[in-house]
């Protein structure tokens, strides 16, 4: 008894069946949990050391090249890449995929263990970082405030993070940009010479004065006591009042002890206002939605509180929940036109209300039999699959094909009653059995195409698409079962009556066809000059069309990079950055500003000079403008300032990756790499599609350099090493050491009076104790002269690499990468060793264009394989999938016509197309 008999004979199991089926999807969708991306991590680890006050040489010398020694020897390593700036080392380890990460986590971790004997002794921390979709901020805002610093400070910590950490489900509340209070010890260089005080002595007293250490144990009267060497700062008090010179000074008699903000250098803005941001992450376990919504309702009644409202103000960046609602709200939609539009056409064809209800029928029942299926997969199979913007988007573009099988299976049943004169049961036994084998396979075939994504998992696409193909696959099984169980039982319990002759459109139709069928077979010969002649014009045309990873379709937001001369104060930056912003906001409306973010310092330097940058968020909805049209817009606003420049960042498609250009240049020495990066820019600025041209070329801020004349500090009893790090102490922010108080623990940071503006000749009378406890100026055993201080140094493979990046205005596809090589090529004559590329986004780009290309070949070599198995030929598969080709006919004509590019979304249409 095959399937649709016992569903015919045995219709109260089959009914019962069905809603023990919509019961468990109905569970399963309110258990099933909620986020944005599908979960996986990738075969990828960070390196961050974090070391202020440094420079790019030091960190390059100390930190970089000895962790690129020990960890370049790494098994799968793929590539290494590290960035060496004045502040940290960052190294990116790239492995191949499969490799066992949390495996090789520890074993970088035990590598780094080997040496950190070699790495300054100040380095702290060595942090290791393996990113995950589920690290990404459920919420993402900005804190404007319009009080004082210190209110600031208080409305975050005492009242905001501790309310949003409180709620169900958040597992981490990150704040950046809010400056901490420190205990800052400003040392008079006067007093110090007075007084006979060695800076780095005072330093070391400091760090051995602030001590707590477990000594062992001890017996005394028969009990055994554990031993402590207590001696911490309790109090700022006992740091000022810390003996000197045997007792008979204080700190606080050469210092001034206080606990305070440090200078301000950095500065975030929201609208104008001065801001914070925030990052709130979730439990792995929590639903997005949910917690989103709980994050967004306590902001709400924070922002209404008597002490904050009106001063404190909430911006909203990123929220996951809207994309997964809004996913979640599409399918809804997909669904109901879906069904509505299949019901529309069903009964202009078949003229029944009743087989169209029975159509209908399969959309919800599929779609529900999918979230069951998805869920048991979670729980016996240890799946992590979860309802998420891919898993949807699968769904979504499931809807249009699961009425398919039920359509071929009803209009066939259909037939037999109409044409054979059977009654309904029947014509449903009859009319089911004779289409089944040909359902079977055109279900099977359309699945098979998203087997090839397991074989392609390495891919960026395959790692994303595989939610989607499961969700497709299962649900296009559910409606393979509706077909031949649920729509047979139906239609021979609702077909019983007289049935209506076909309507005349129809037969017509079906005459009009037949006659061209008959034609076409006669003039055979012909016919195939036409399809080759169809098919080649296509293929040529399709060969035509741009290639590109993502679709162009620019994230709602556009990035300005200012650049500000070294004359430039705080106060000139805030005046500068206050005119733009108010420039923009006086015509919000009209450019669809939603937002402006702003961020600038005059701590560091980027190319000899100053950097800020402002990020104008854009409407999303209503009547806006296109993002190209707004940045002329702005670009035409930029306010015309001596010592500054205004230029646009790299605009970002909606994946998130960087839209554009990017070309490297590979080498050993910075020197040439940045004569070379100049002549490279000259040539790409001769292209008219490129804008924005930028390098990341630094060429390091002014600097005097300080030459130690060993004989003189061996002639005076000191080493150059005490001069190095007795000069290090007056000007470093690092920590000296650290107060633990109730607040937890703060830093204590030693420096002389106008650390800031110290000038050269109050540097040259900084003091030394010599071993014989005689003070020794600097000057009496140092040079100076000025110099450029060295680049921001970045290596690829352990091989300096210098960036340049552009905006383009067709997005930065294959046709304009290549015509900017084929250029480089012929005019730019690189020496030995040194080379060029386009970056680790082109590299992935190339990949996915051989595994998309891999995928289609595979996913059409198994469909012939079930083919041939169910139809027990080698000869009929092939004359199926020769249709296979001319469906690029009507690919190529419209991609052509609308100027859509072939992306990694357009490769998965055109999978599902060859499985249909």
């Known amino acids: 008894m095959n399937l649709s008999k016992f569903s015919v004979l045995r219709p109260i199991s089959v009914l019962m069946v069905t809603m023990s089926v919509l019961v468990l999807g109905f569970l399963s969708l309110q258990r099933l949990p909620l986020k944005h991306m599908p979960e996986f991590s990738t075969a990828t680890l960070v390196v961050n050391v974090d070391y202020p006050s440094s420079s790019p040489e030091e960190v390059e010398r100390n930190i970089t090249r000895p962790l690129e020694e020990v960890l370049s020897t790494l098994d799968n390593l793929e590539s290494i890449s590290s960035t060496s700036s004045g502040s940290r080392a960052n190294l990116r380890l790239e492995f191949q995929h499969g490799t066992d990460m949390d495996l090789m986590f520890l074993e970088i971790r035990d590598r780094i263990d080997q040496v950190r004997n070699r790495l300054p002794t100040d380095v702290e921390r060595v942090a290791i970082r393996r990113w995950h979709t589920s690290d990404q901020p459920v919420l993402r805002f900005s804190v404007a405030w319009s009080g004082e610093q210190d209110e600031l400070y208080r409305a975050v910590e005492d009242v905001l993070r501790p309310r949003l950490e409180r709620i169900d489900g958040v597992a981490n509340v990150e704040v950046r940009g809010m400056d901490t209070k420190q205990i800052i010890i400003d040392i008079d260089q006067g007093l110090l010479q007075a007084y006979g005080i060695d800076l780095f002595n005072l330093n070391q007293a400091l760090r051995n004065n602030n001590v707590n250490v477990a000594g062992g144990y001890i017996m005394d009267g028969g009990k055994k006591y554990s031993l402590r060497s207590v001696g911490e700062f309790q109090s700022p008090d006992d740091i000022a009042n810390l003996p000197l010179k045997g007792g008979l000074l204080r700190l606080a008699d050469v210092g001034q002890v206080q606990y305070a903000y440090p200078e301000k250098t950095s500065f975030s803005r929201l609208n104008s206002i001065d801001a914070v941001n925030i990052d709130v992450y979730k439990a792995s376990t929590a639903n997005v939605v949910t917690v989103a919504r709980l994050l967004k309702e306590e902001l709400e009644m924070v922002q209404q509180l008597p002490q904050l409202e009106g001063s404190l103000s909430v911006k909203i960046f990123r929220d996951q929940s809207e994309d997964i609602t809004k996913s979640l709200n599409d399918l809804k939609v997909a669904g109901i036109y879906g069904g509505v539009l299949a019901m529309g056409v069903l009964f202009f064809f078949l003229g029944k209300f009743r087989s169209t209800l029975i159509i209908s029928i399969a959309i919800p029942v599929s779609i529900i039999f999918t979230f069951a299926f998805m869920y048991l997969l979670r729980v016996f199979a240890g799946s992590d699959i979860s309802l998420n913007v891919v898993s949807l988007m699968g769904l979504m573009v499931a809807v249009g094909m699961l009425v398919d099988s039920s359509v071929v299976v009803l209009e066939n049943i259909f037939r037999h009653k109409q044409e054979k004169g059977l009654d309904a049961r029947e014509a449903a036994i009859s009319g089911s059995r004779e289409v089944g ?461 609308t100027g859509t590019t072939l992306n990694a979304m357009a490769y998965l249409g055109i999978l599902v197309l060859f499985g249909l």
Do not use: C
């Open 437 to 897: 084998l040909a359902v079977f396979a055109s279900t099977a075939t359309t699945i098979v195409v998203f087997v090839s994504f397991i074989f392609i998992p390495g891919s960026q696409m395959g790692r994303f698409m595989r939610d989607f193909g499961l969700a497709i696959g299962v649900a296009l099984t559910a409606a393979l079962l509706v077909s031949l169980t649920l729509v047979p039982m139906l239609a021979s319990r609702i077909f019983t009556g007289q049935e209506k002759p076909k309507q005349r459109m129809i037969v017509w139709a079906t005459e009009v066809y037949g006659a061209l069928m008959g034609w076409l077979l006669r003039w055979r010969f012909v016919a195939l000059i036409v399809m080759a002649a169809l098919g080649l014009s296509s293929w040529a045309l399709f060969n035509s069309i741009d290639r590109e990873m993502f679709p162009r379709v620019a994230q709602r937001n556009l990035r300005v990079s200012v650049t500000m001369e070294r004359s430039f104060s705080a106060e000139d930056m805030i005046a500068l950055f206050g005119d733009m912003e108010t420039r923009f906001l006086d015509r919000k409306d009209e450019l669809d500003i939603a937002a402006i973010s702003s961020n600038f310092n005059n701590r560091t330097t980027n190319r000899g000079q100053y950097r800020g940058s402002m990020t104008l968020f854009l409407k999303e909805e209503g009547n806006i403008k296109e993002v190209s049209v707004v940045r002329e817009e702005i670009r035409q606003m930029f306010p015309e300032v001596p010592g500054a420049e205004f230029t646009f960042g790299r605009m970002r498609h909606m994946g998130g990756g960087e839209m554009g250009v990017s070309v490297e240049l590979r080498g050993d020495k910075p020197a040439v790499l940045s004569m070379y990066a100049e002549e490279m820019m000259s040539i790409l600025s001769t292209f008219p599609e490129l804008t924005d041209i930028e390098s990341s070329l630094e060429t390091g801020e002014e600097e005097v350099h300080l030459t130690v004349d060993r004989k003189k500090t061996e002639k005076f009893g000191i080493s150059p090493q005490l001069v190095a790090r007795t000069v290090a102490s007056a000007l470093s922010t690092r920590a000296v050491t650290r107060y633990k108080s109730d607040e937890g623990e703060i830093d204590v940071i030693l420096q002389l009076q106008g650390e800031n503006e110290l000038s050269l000749q109050e540097l040259q009378n900084l003091q030394f104790e010599n071993r014989d406890g005689e003070m020794i100026p600097l000057y009496a055993v140092v040079d100076y002269q000025y110099a450029k201080g060295p680049l921001s140094i970045r290596r690829d493979d352990r091989k300096g690499v210098l960036q340049i990046t552009a905006n383009a205005e067709r997005g930065g596809g294959m046709f304009l990468n290549q015509m900017i090589q084929d250029r480089l090529e012929s005019e730019l004559q690189l020496p030995a060793g040194y080379s060029f590329s386009f970056g680790r986004q082109w590299a992935r780009f190339q990949e996915s264009q051989q595994q998309s290309f891999f995928g289609i070949i595979l996913a059409v070599v198994l469909m012939y394989i079930i083919m041939a198995a169910l139809f027990e030929s080698f000869i009929h598969p092939l004359t199926i999938l020769f249709s296979v080709p001319f469906s690029i006919i009507g690919v190529a004509g419209i991609f052509y016509v």
